[in-house]
Each structure stands twice: as C-alpha cells, then as structure tokens.
Nanobody
Framework: QVQLVESGGGLVQAGGSLRLSCAAS????????MGWYRQAPGKQRELVARITSGGTTNYVDSVKGRFTISRDYAKNTMYLQMNSLKAEDTAVYYC?????????WGQGTQVTVSS
C-alpha cells in the first residue's frame, strides 16, 4: 500500500505563504483522489482541498482563492500552495489518498500562522 509523507509546514506570519508537499511511496497514477485535510486544536478534521484522477479540484470555502492543490506524477507528489495565510489556518495538515477501498493518511505537518 502507498505510504504518504508530508513536509513543508512551519511558522509563518499572517499574509505569508507556505507550500506543503505529500510524497507518495509509489506511483500516484492509479490513485482515485488525493486531498489535504487539517485539524485545529479542539476541532474536527476538515477537508481543505481535493483533486481527483481526472483533475477535478474542490476547496473548502474558507481557502478558495488562497490555496491551490496540484500534483506532479513524475515525482509522485501532491502539493498545497497556501497564500495569504491567516491565523485561522493554523492546524495540523494531513495528506490523504483514496484508491479502490483503501484510504491512506500521512503523519501530518504543523502549520502555525502568527497574527
């Protein structure tokens, strides 16, 4: 089964940018959908952005126009470009992959936005 490893998190000031990466242990060509989720302290995990094998993307309303999800098949990697970051974007961000009946998660990467 595919293993997922996130990177790119860190501390950034409000208005700044970060790019998260999710590296897969094998080809992502056969993965039906990949996504980024986040979980803030005391809150439920929520979907932030998702991309399907056909290239369809969707975003939670709060990040539309600021975040962009993409993938690089040659590098077996998915990205989340986050611009105009806000304090409320602070959370642990998790990478997710779904194929057939399998759902895989990464270990998470912390994003902290200081106001």
């Amino acid at each position: 089964q595919v293993q997922l490893v996130e990177s790119g998190g860190g501390l950034v000031q409000a208005g700044g940018s970060l790019r998260l990466s999710c590296a897969a242990s094998r080809s992502i060509l056969s993965i039906d959908a990949m996504g980024w989720y986040r979980q803030a302290p005391g809150k439920q995990r929520e979907l932030v952005a998702r991309i399907t094998s056909g290239g369809t993307t969707n975003y939670v309303d709060s990040v539309k126009g600021r975040f962009t999800i993409s993938r690089d098949y040659a590098k077996n990697t998915m990205y989340l470009q986050m611009n105009s970051l806000k304090a409320e974007d602070t959370a642990v961000y998790y990478c997710n992959a779904q194929y057939a009946t399998v759902v895989r998660w990464g270990q998470g990467t912390q994003v902290t936005v200081s106001s």
